[in-house]
């Protein structure tokens, strides 16, 4: 704990950048323009304090590096190391700077002004993917600086600077890795004794939200497959039931519709030929009595003549 509080304390201590370039301005008592001059004008040897002004470029290379090696142990992910590298080559650009001035040593000093915006900058995102376990917010802040800092330095390498000028496009590049350090440092540390220990990994709320997504849309497709399956259930049970249901009682022809065909037309032929008796035997009757009746009605005497030969 001890080792993040003097890290801590290191970061915080970079806004000294900002006072002493303020009280080198303001003494010197010449034409100055923030958005015109760039930072090392006021560390050329012809500038009045310009000693003043290096030995903050020296100090603040101790506080940037100082302060990245002793947070180490408080930042988490895979970007912490990278981030305490890149930061580390910030450190050693702003200490060229301040080590040869641009007048007696242009390439040293600009090739030590350009590995402190370049490191500074990719070191702020990294910084931010390093904090962001702790907090989202630092890290989303850290980012965003980062992210400027990147594109003020691409523009003033390339000469883009008609907005802000020279100077002041030089400044917001460079300004921004001083601020967000003084911002991470007493964050960083009262994070550290106050919450558990984040997990490594553990998803954003982004992430949790798509997963909540997720999780929805499988319990609504589950619970439609569900309903499916309920009704394509309940339709077969309707179905084997209709076909279950005992068969209403059939009428006496249907039943006999099942015998045998054969049987039918022996039965057929049978009553045609009982039908046959019976009419032969009221034919013989009618003719008996018909006999009856003429042996009754003949009443003529027997030696008659004239009888027929029936009746001789």
Known sequence: MRRIAWGALAWVLTLQFFVVETVVQLRAGLPYSR?????????????????????????????????????????????????????????????????????TSP??????????LVGGAAGLVALAYAVRPWSEALGTTLALLGLLGAATTVFYGAGVVGLLGAGGTERVAAYV??????????????????REEPVTGR????????????????????????????L????????????????APRPAAAADSRADPHDDLADHDLADHDLADHELADH?????????????????????????????
């Open 107 to 116: 390439t040293l000093h600009t090739a030590g002004a350009a590995l402190y």
């Open 203 to 230: 998803p954003t709320r982004r992430r949790l939200r798509a997963a909540e997504r997720d999780r929805e849309r499988a319990a609504r497709v589950r619970r439609e497959a569900e309903r499916d399956d309920a």
């Open 35 to 103: 958005s015109a001059d760039v930072i090392s004008a006021l560390g050329d040897v012809t500038w009045p304090g310009h000693s003043l002004m290096n030995a903050s470029f020296v100090v603040q290379a101790a506080l940037v590096g100082g302060g990245a090696v002793a947070l180490l142990p408080a930042l988490r992910g895979r970007a912490a190391r990278p981030a305490v590298a890149l930061l580390g080559a910030a450190a050693l650009g702003v200490l060229l700077v301040g080590v040869f001035p641009r007048l």
């Open 177 to 194: 890795v001083p601020i967000g350090l003084a911002l991470t440092g007493p964050v960083l540390w009262r994070l550290t004794r106050s």
């Open 284 to 312: 013989d009757l009618a003719d008996h009595e018909l006999a009856d009746h003429e042996l009754a009605d003949d009443d003529l005497d027997p030696d008659d003549p004239w009888a027929g030969p029936r009746r001789r």
């Open 232 to 247: 394509r259930a309940l339709a077969r049970r309707a179905e084997s039931g209709t076909g279950r249901s005992p068969a």
